[in-house]
């Protein structure tokens, strides 16, 4: 079950893929000369920097190697710390852990994103930088964490691949710190199936995440550079079909948040009757995506009944998104001496066992929002969903 733009997938898209494939050209590099290659993973770049209001955009193959690219053009090297929060997708540590840095989790905040309260108290001489993940489409607090990490020297590394179209007092998210990370897979805002997006506006962060991602090669390389090469790099690029997807779907972007708000506070006011219940923390109410609406419970007990009774889960029962649910990441980081397993972040495990995400756009049983509406519910099927979440609650 997807995101809000792949059920908007139409026409633009199957036409988009159609010029690439007529081109002849589907590798990001082709041709200068032949008017038929369509530099269409530059486009994207470009347009979506231009979206961010940022100077530099680079095209990836994933949100996760978005990350990994990011934090290795930040110069961080092994054994430094990144402060990351104890709720967030698995990526957020594992691409962190394969640049050799060492995640270390604070606690959430009822926005369900990095609570400002907790960074400092984590902050050791080995931390070099911290990741706000606009977890849920949710910006963070980023006041506060510009300011935190503006006071200890620490880089900011944005983890928005849950919030593309997001938005924090008016500066689009991964605009805000040195660098942002996105995804394009399937359950996004927007998607091209699987891919990623970097944004910033340092020049030299660009520079060396384009390197990253392309075999250590200056941006726009026409051609192999030999004797030109300073850093390592792989391959993570992107290619002109998906790219053509990724462009008709960021056309859209605009549309889809202003639909999923719309949707989301028609939702939201139908179920203000109701009791026992408070929404999650927007720390952008105009800003936040709307992929989702999330109500956290005055009791577990309460949590878990009205998520049973409508076929759902309470988000610390959804599976991947919750650290304790990590095995893989626990067991390395129990390795290097941090045990973290369930109980190490109180706070977020009492937040995660009273909430249940609700969908408006992405409707994702991994994150707990299997139930509730999506970007084509018709008023009807939002009045319909509405009352029933209202009887659950009222039992
Ligand atoms: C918060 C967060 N970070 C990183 C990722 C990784 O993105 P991708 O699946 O494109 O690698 C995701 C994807 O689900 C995510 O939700």
Redesign the pocket.
Known sequence: MPGPGAYWFDKEEMDAVMEVMKSGYLFRYGSESDPKFLHTVSSLEKEFAFYCNTRFGLATS???VS?LASALAMGLRPGDEIIVPSY??V??YTSMIFAGLVPVLTEIDESLTMDPDDIESRITPHTKAVMP?H?LGNPCNMDRIMAIAKKHNLMVLE?C??AAGASYKGHKVGSIGNIGAF???I?KTINSG?G?LVVTNDEALYETAFGVHDQGHKPMRFGVEVGNRNILGLNFRMNEITAAVGLAQLKKIDKITTVLRQKRNRFKSLISEAEGFKFRILNDPSGDCATMCTVIFSSVEEAARVSRALGSKTVDKSGWHVYYNMEHVLNHLRQIGQPHSKGAYPKTDDILSRAMNISIGVVDGGLGAGWGININSSDAEIEAAALQFVKACKG
């Open positions: 994933s949100g996760t990350l967030t997708f990526a957020s993940v977890m983890d691949c849950q995804s394009l897979n359950f699987d990623g």
